[in-house]
Every structure is written in structure tokens, then in C-alpha cells.
Nanobody, 124 residues
Framework: VQLQASGGGLVQTGGSLRLSCAHS????????VAWFRQAPGKEREFVSA???????YYADSVKGRFTISRDSAKNTVHLQMNNLTPEDTAVYYC???????????????????WGQGTLVTVSS
């Protein structure tokens, strides 16, 4: 399984970015793909996840601003991020696992496969 994250960049407060996670070697018929982020000096935290059946989950800090979706034809999961603030600045990682259960979706160690990370910087 390989994951390739892309779409990060520099944006001003209130702006938008769309991250993409292209996955290969995995049919995504079970488990979930998730986004985590890690800001400098902070622990990695859950952002959002989408299960194989398209059920979606969000951290409270991004609910209403971020939208996760999947493009099955392109084996890609997107994270649309709107109304960004400097607190959203972090390296964003996508992660995947075919066996993650719902109660463990928000836990980083539940995922065996990780992309390389993409940097999102929001200027004030």
C-alpha cells in the first residue's frame, strides 16, 4: 500500500486549500482513510476520516470548515479545507488501514500505512 499526499501550500487566513491522498495497492473495500496533522512542537492529532462506506468523521476543531470525500475512480481521498486560520498550520498526513474499526478511527496508531505529509501554512 502506498499513499501520496499533495495539495499543501501557503494561504492567508480565511483561504482554502484542497489536499489529496492518492492510494495504490489497496482496493479500499474496508477500513478507512484518515487525515492527521502535526504542528511544530505539538503531537499529531486527528483531523478527519472517511470509511470505505463513505461515512465521515471530523475533529471538533475543523467541523463545518473541512470536508473529506473520496473519488473511487481515481483512488483518491480529498480534504477540502475552507476558512483556514493560523491554528490550522501543520504538516498534514494521510493514513490508511483496511482493518481500522469505528471506535479507533481517531487514533493514529490504528493506521498501518502513512503518506509522506504535506505542509499547510496559514498566514495571519
Amino acid at each position: 500500500v502506498q499513499l501520496q499526499a499533495s495539495g499543501g501550500g501557503l494561504v492567508q487566513t480565511g483561504g482554502s486549500l484542497r489536499l489529496s491522498c492518492a492510494h495504490s495497492g489497496w482496493p479500499f473495500r474496508s477500513g478507512a482513510v484518515a487525515w492527521f496533522r502535526q504542528a511544530p512542537g505539538k503531537e499529531r492529532e486527528f483531523v478527519s476520516a472517511i470509511k470505505w462506506n463513505r461515512y465521515t468523521y471530523y475533529a471538533d476543531s475543523v467541523k463545518g470548515r473541512f470536508t473529506i470525500s473520496r473519488d473511487s475512480a481515481k483512488n483518491t481521498v480529498h480534504l477540502q479545507m475552507n476558512n483556514l486560520t493560523p491554528e490550522d498550520t501543520a504538516v498534514y498526513y494521510c493514513a490508511a488501514d483496511g482493518g481500522v474499526i469505528q471506535s479507533a478511527l481517531r487514533v493514529s496508531r490504528s493506521y498501518d500505512y502513512w503518506g509522506q505529509g504535506t505542509l499547510v501554512t496559514v498566514s495571519s
